[in-house]
């Protein structure tokens, strides 16, 4: 008895150990992949600094972002106002700073939601089938009918303005898109041996999904997340410059292009500074997901995998 027990307590103790270097393996592997994509580096160094900002801006911002002085108004860029100033005179470079926070805010935070509903909705229409499937399927194709931008709108139009809706909106919009993404994995995964052996051994349903079948759809998922944020900060932008979006004087990228295309000709910077920040950041998002997709897709790495 003795004997047997340190045997079993000296076998657990080495098994489970175990599982840490082979996850500490696979993340260095990952890392090696990713390190080795150059536009995933470029495009993360672009988000990490954006992020920064954000975070940092009540110690970046020289003015207080809703602070309004007419008798500075449509200032060109100087020592006093380094981005200029809009129409109310307010500072642009400070009302950037805070921008960046609602932006990023709303593409994170909206993305986020909308995996969790189509993540839910896909793994159960793929494992159940039938009846169950086809009515979850019929729901997406719903969504999936109209463009995000309409929706959007349209459930902006019913809930009102604010932050919080918008990421409501595209969040629901982008429900659709993830869970006939993570259905047609999960009818992959799930005629696999593996799963199947592990189906015939009795393995609980919930074991199943979280050993089995997460672990073989995860790569797709934080792919078509990352693709989906800046969508989403590039909706949220869209539906602030329609006035749907956040409430003035909330620092918001889109309502400044906005308020500034009125006086393109006479004060360009209160348009042109917030859409080249929209702008760059967007291509930092992009380049970053399109690195993301190579070093996690084997399809695409060629050598490098």
Known sequence: MTHSTTSSMSTSGTARPAAVPVAASRGRRFWRALRGQHKAMAGGSIVL??????????????????AQDLMAAMQAP?????????????DIYSRVLYGARSALWVGFASV??????????????????????????RVVDGLLAFPELIMAMAFMAVLGLGVGNVIYALALSFVGPFARMV???????????????????????RDIVVRHVLPNIVSPILIQAGMRVSIAILLGSGLSFLGLGVVPPTPDWGLMISEGRGFIMMAPW???IPGVVLAVLLVGLNLAAEGLRDALDPRTRGGHA
Not at 51 to 66: D, E, G, Q, V, Y
Not at 78 to 90: K, L, M, N, V, Y
């Open 112 to 137: 986020a939601l909308g995996l969790v509903g189509g993540v839910a909705i896909g793994l159960i229409a793929g494992l159940k089938g039938g009846r169950t499937e086809w009515a979850l399927m």
């Open 49 to 66: 600094l954006f992020i920064l900002a954000a975070l940092l801006a009540p110690w970046l911002a020289t003015h207080p972002p809703a």
């Open 183 to 205: 259905r047609a994995d999960v009818l992959q995964v799930k005629q696999r041996p593996f799963v199947e052996a592990a189906r015939l051994m009795g393995v609980p349903q």
């Open 270 to 272: 209160m348009s042109g």
């Open 78 to 90: 100087s020592a006093a106002h380094w981005f200029g100033t809009d129409s109310f005179g307010q």
